[in-house]
């Protein structure tokens, strides 16, 4: 029952920035790792970045220096501001929750979002 929806994926230029969004709604009582994770095309999917309900991030390599992850635990959003853009960083960007749901019994779940697409090209 818990759902995500993303938002701010496009098409930008080398060198410029976009800020992806997601909202979590649903039965939650507590959402602890939150975060994102991308798969271009002929690759795997992987983490790009995650943080956790007390503010632990996680950052993949590529996206040290140049994408920040924020997080407000309030309303259940995530946001990955992304700067210094990469043709390397085309993909399909997932917003994923992991956390307990609010139910007649709480209960673990992972989420993941539909998808938004990044592409970064001149």
């Known amino acids: 029952q818990v759902q995500l929806v993303e938002s701010g994926g496009g098409l930008v230029q080398p060198g410029g920035s976009l800020r992806l969004s997601c909202v979590a709604s649903?039965?939650?009582?507590?959402?602890?790792?939150m975060g994102w994770y991308r798969q271009a095309p002929g690759k795997e999917r992987e983490l790009v970045a995650l943080?956790?309900?007390?503010?632990?991030?996680n950052y993949a390599d590529s996206a040290k220096g140049r994408f920040t992850i924020s997080r407000d635990n309030a309303k259940n959003t995530v946001t990955l501001q992304m700067n210094s853009l990469k043709p390397e960083d085309t993909a399909v960007y997932f917003c994923?929750?992991?956390?307990?749901?609010?139910?007649?019994?709480?209960?673990?779940?992972?989420?993941w979002g539909k998808g938004t697409l990044v592409t970064v090209s001149s």
């Open positions: 994923n929750a992991k956390g307990v749901s609010r139910s007649l019994v709480s209960r673990p779940f992972e989420v």
């Open positions: 649903g039965r939650i009582l507590s959402i602890n790792d």
């Open positions: 943080m956790t309900s007390i503010g632990r991030t």
